[in-house]
């Protein structure tokens, strides 16, 4: 028995009773924990403005054996920017989900916060489109979690590929894969192997090992973003064994938003109100 303080985000909220909610923690000291938010749903409740999702910050909570209440919390960040953002927000609520996963409870990892909350932060803040700052996260993640694709030598034979031609990318496989029948045969038995450029190869390879404060920091083509966009999601669905929907629905809005603008467009381009 005691307290304890622990900084850092909400990731997840569970309500239960008349006006308590569960709370998933992501924390910089102890990984992933739940706690118990007496009242947070009330009126005028002190919690509610300072442990909402995504909230970052301290946490204060009586703990008693595996039991935890909140008993304070003081808000650092809270991304007002995404929150008011629909898109945003399902690309925000996709990065917790996998956070979630790789975050375990009981044990730090402060690399995957860190993450975690740089990406939050490009989101909420930078002029980059959404979906960039997916893949560049979902990229980054995958390989701190030791789950990088080989973007240099044949995933099936270990080959060194230096750029040439016919190389694939074996999705539910370890990456690139060569061009030989034998390697190709081998990949497509377990899954989807799809063209890949060296454009891509090159982001996925930057991501996977630039500094923590430049994972953002670079520039692909909209073919490359395509590109990555059919690829990495669903290589990240084979590594961790699980599909997070949350990001096809921030996909599925974008294609309803350019849907729109195009209706609005008509058929000269020209912009119209509908
Ligand atoms: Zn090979």
Do not use: W
Not at 28 to 36: F, S
């Amino acid at each position: 028995m005691g307290y304890e303080t622990v900084t850092g985000i909400v990731a997840r909220e569970v309500d239960t009773g008349d006006a308590d909610r569960y709370l998933t923690l992501l924390s910089v000291e102890q990984g992933r924990l739940e706690c118990y938010a007496r009242g947070i749903r009330r009126q005028g409740s002190k919690l509610a403005s300072q442990a909402g999702l995504l909230t970052y910050g301290e946490f204060s909570m009586y703990v008693n054996k595996d039991r935890r209440l909140l008993t304070s919390a003081k808000s650092s960040e809270s991304f007002y920017g995404i929150r008011k953002d629909v898109e945003k927000c399902a690309y925000a609520m996709h990065f917790l989900d996998i956070a979630r996963d790789v975050i375990v409870e009981a044990q730090a990892f402060p690399q995957a916060l860190q993450t975690l909350l740089n990406t939050l932060y490009a989101l909420c803040y930078k002029d980059l489109q959404p979906g960039f700052v997916a893949r560049a996260f979902e990229m980054r993640i995958l390989a701190i979690a030791g789950f990088a694709p080989l973007t240099d030598i044949c995933s099936v034979c270990g080959a060194p590929l230096g750029g040439g031609k016919g190389i694939g990318f074996a999705v539910a496989g370890g990456g690139v894969v060569c061009g030989s029948a034998e390697c190709r045969g081998a990949a497509s038995r377990v899954g989807r192997v799809v063209a890949v450029s060296p454009g891509a190869l090159k982001a996925i390879s930057y991501v996977s090992g630039c500094g923590a404060g430049q994972i953002f920091q670079f520039e692909i083509s909209d073919a490359v973003a395509k590109e990555l966009s059919s690829i990495v999601p669903e290589y990240l669905r084979h590594q961790f064994g699980k599909a997070y929907d949350k990001s096809d629905e921030a996909e599925r809005y974008r294609a309803f938003e350019r849907e729109m603008l195009d209706l609005r467009r008509g058929k000269n381009g020209d912009a119209k109100a509908i």
